[in-house]
């Protein structure tokens, strides 16, 4: 089993920044990608960035040029930096990992949600 910690969500206003963080540990082989993705109220849960193990990386294009995804494969931990943040942008936000716990087996581990408020 895995876990995925995140932390870092809260409440800042328009233009402002925030960084979340989110920890994977457990039973753990091989992490293949981790990310994030947020569900505003009455909308569907979309991507906002992903990363795999070589860095390559996705951004939604509403993200693209304000938020930074980054990682630390050593300690299983993604970051994401959002600059320039506007009330749109209010979400909760969800740590995403596909992680292999043998060679063979992978599973898709979702944290527990972080909240982030942009005032206007």
């Known amino acids: 089993q895995v876990q995925l910690v995140e932390s870092g969500g809260g409440l800042v206003q328009a233009g402002g920044s925030l960084r979340l963080s989110c920890a994977a540990s457990?039973?753990?082989?091989?992490?293949?990608?981790m990310g994030w993705h947020r569900q505003a109220p009455g909308k569907e849960r979309e991507l906002v960035a992903d990363?795999?193990?070589?860095?390559?990386?996705n951004y939604a294009d509403s993200v693209k040029g304000r938020f930074t995804i980054s990682r630390d494969n050593a300690r299983n931990t993604v970051y994401l930096q959002m600059n320039t943040l506007k009330p749109d942008d209010t979400a909760v936000y969800y740590c995403n990992a596909r992680v292999y716990s043998t060679f063979t087996e992978w599973n898709e581990y979702w944290g527990q949600g972080t909240l982030v408020t942009v005032s206007s």
């Open positions: 990363i795999n193990a070589g860095h390559a990386i």
């Open positions: 457990g039973t753990i082989f091989r992490v293949v990608s």
